[in-house]
């Protein structure tokens, strides 16, 4: 593990259901993202929280709600999802001070919906 | 915002050859050039990165080298061995961002193989 830790690590949901995704770290960043991995296509950056606060909203779809109740965790809860949203969903946090830095990357939550 | 294309997008060579991976840019204010290794069913991983302040990072067989100029970014591996196959990722922060640190975005990847 490299201290970023996402649960599940798979999940299957019906269009219907509504589940979320955690992703934890104890690496002291203040800074944690989403992103979402398609097949073919790049990482593409869905939500930012800095020291807790949402900074960016990569124009996601309403069915995906990010809550970042402090700088340790972060949720993405999703609801009403359609097929096409399949994909792994990342998460990564780092340190927001001063020069920018590298991502450590979670493992992912490789989503299936069905 | 920043805009990253990254070449090529598949890459196969013999073990024991070099490898280049190439990147270009948009946000001529970005500051910060990461690169990750996605091996098959794994996290991405930094392998390497470079400030905007030098031109060439060199750790081992990987390197890497920018020309802001030009904003364009290149990825070199030396001496390839099977296990350098993998998804390698360009990154470039998006000076857009209000906070200090930017948001990476990051290239489509690059496919790499290396045959023994």
């Known amino acids: 593990e490299t201290g970023v830790t996402q649960t599940p690590r798979h999940l299957v949901m019906g269009m219907t259901n509504k589940k979320s995704l955690k992703c934890e770290q104890h690496l002291g960043h203040n800074a944690m993202y989403w992103y979402k991995q398609s097949a073919k296509k790049p990482l593409e950056l869905m939500f930012v929280y800095n020291f807790k606060e949402q900074t960016e909203n990569n124009s996601v779809p309403s069915r995906f709600s990010p809550e970042c109740p402090n700088s340790s965790h972060l949720f993405l809860h999703l609801h009403t999802l359609q097929p096409e949203d399949s994909a792994l969903y990342l998460c990564a946090s780092s340190y927001d001070e001063g020069l920018p830095g590298g991502y450590t990357f979670g493992s992912g939550t490789r989503l299936t919906v069905v | 915002g920043e805009n990253v294309e990254q070449h090529p997008s598949t890459l196969s060579v013999q073990e024991g050859d070099s490898a280049v991976i190439k990147c270009t840019y948009s946000?001529?204010?970005?500051?910060?050039f990461p690169w990750y290794k996605q091996e098959l069913g794994k996290r991405p991983q930094l392998i390497i990165d470079i400030r905007s302040n030098v031109g060439e990072k060199k750790d081992q067989r990987i390197a890497v080298t920018l020309n802001k100029t030009a904003k364009h970014f290149s990825l070199h591996i030396t001496e390839t061995q099977p296990e350098d196959s993998a998804v390698y990722f360009c990154a470039a922060v998006d000076t857009n961002y209000g906070g200090s640190q930017g948001n990476l975005i990051f290239g489509k990847g690059t496919k790499l193989s290396v045959k023994p």
């Open positions: 946000d001529s204010a970005s500051n910060y």
